[in-house]
């Protein structure tokens, strides 16, 4: 399918700037993260009128795709608003070494462990859900390193944070600009040599195509670049989320895409990849849906 | 001078790749508007390059090409650096 013109797409930027989340990190460090947390339980609210467009498709998933009345609606509102604020916390916290006042759960499948612990690279597809950079330092307990493909201008944010901060990532990025036609050969090129390439499989953007797929119910358009390329390289492709289940705990999910790991050139092949991929994406969101982070008309 | 069952050979496979009528490939017609690329078709183009002609591309190789007699010098050149002519 052609890339057409959209206005259901993303622009590249995530909400919250980068004085926020220096904000945060400064809280965090001070004063620890009750503090910050019971700081954002209040901060959430000026989110709900001053950010219209994201509050607006915040409502319109609560209402029109989750069947959730006016009130429930606004409650929801905040939960998913204060569920955002929760994981930007904790993956700071978690990225300053604080790992080890969070409980984790692994689901990982005998499948994808042999998946994570071959030599070969695998393509990890995840979403804006949930918290996955909270679970991205335990992948290094496989002993490969993990590429993650991010769009520039979240790139930049993060890359400024990380140097005002003199932190160092858990991972590396491939940024991914106007001009995609070298990430894709560094996306190829660290799957060869090995590594784990980390890409988010539900936004849109103005340089992909997309397809119009099935999704809780109603119809909602995805990105097909990275199917096809799963599609193309061949390489085994695991889907994997970090759900947040309760304070300070998480639980990560993985599953196998089962028709992934060869390459082939029919086009039919990336939109079975991502049928699997919506398919698992909408048991993870059905359990906790407060923690679907696209703002912006993602259901046409 | 370019084998011309090597360019029968790359217009069929572009042809049938990019689902374009094989009467639109001409030498001097640019690559990219004849088949109607985007970015994330040069992954097919990447990958059917590789299945087809039996070498790996990389980024800079594509860097010039700008039509169908271009691309015919870059795959008659790879191949003759291999020396072997694709089946």
Redesign the interface.
């Known amino acids: 399918m052609?890339?057409e013109s959209s206005r259901n797409e993303w622009s590249g930027k995530s909400r919250g700037g980068a004085l926020g989340y220096l904000s945060f990190v400064y809280i965090i460090k001070t004063f620890g993260l009750t503090a910050a947390y019971a700081l954002l339980s209040i901060v959430v609210i000026y989110f709900i009128p001053f950010a219209p467009k994201a509050t607006s498709s915040v409502w319109y998933f609560s209402r029109k795709i989750l069947g959730n009345s006016r009130f429930d609606s606004l409650i929801f509102l905040y939960k998913n608003y204060f569920s955002l604020g929760v994981a930007l916390i904790d993956k700071t916290a978690v990225a300053s070494g604080k790992a080890d006042e969070f409980r984790f759960e692994f689901n990982e499948p005998e499948e994808v462990k042999k998946i994570l612990n071959d030599k070969r690279g695998a393509i990890i597809i995840g979403a804006h859900f949930g918290n996955w950079e909270v679970g991205a330092p335990f992948f290094d307990k496989y002993g490969k390193d993990m590429r993650v493909v991010m769009v520039d201008a979240e790139y930049q944010k993060i890359k400024m944070i990380l140097e005002r901060e003199k932190r160092v990532d858990t991972f590396k990025v491939i940024p991914i600009s106007e001009?995609?036609?070298?990430n894709?050969?560094e996306i190829?090129d660290a799957l060869a040599d090995g590594a784990y390439v980390a890409i988010q499989g539900d936004r849109l953007t103005s340089?992909?195509?997309n397809e119009t797929v099935k999704f809780m119910g109603a119809d909602a358009q995805f990105p097909?670049?990275p199917f096809?390329?799963a599609a193309?390289?061949g390489f085994p492709v695991v889907f994997y989320y970090a759900v947040r289940t309760g304070f300070k705990h998480y639980s990560f999910h993985f599953s196998l895409c089962p028709v992934s790991g060869v390459?082939s050139?029919n086009r039919v092949f990336e939109k079975q990849i991502l049928e699997e991929y919506v398919k698992s994406l909408e048991k993870v969101v059905k359990i906790a849906p407060e923690q679907w982070y696209n703002y912006y008309k993602f259901w046409i | 001078m370019i084998d011309a069952a090597l360019i029968e050979k790359i217009n069929s496979v572009l042809s049938e790749e990019f689902e374009v009528d094989i009467e639109k490939i001409k030498p001097e017609a640019p690559l990219m508007e004849t088949l109607d690329l985007d970015s994330l078709d040069l992954v097919d183009m990447v990958v059917l390059i590789e299945h087809n002609f039996g070498f790996t591309v990389i980024a800079k190789d594509f860097v010039g090409i700008k039509t169908f007699n271009d691309f015919y010098h870059f795959i008659n050149s790879r191949i003759d650096e291999k020396g072997e002519f694709p089946k």
Request: charged share 30%; no cysteine; aromatic share 16%.
């Open positions: 052609k890339k001009d995609i036609f070298s894709i050969f190829r340089i992909a195509k097909l670049g096809i390329m193309r390289f390459s050139q």
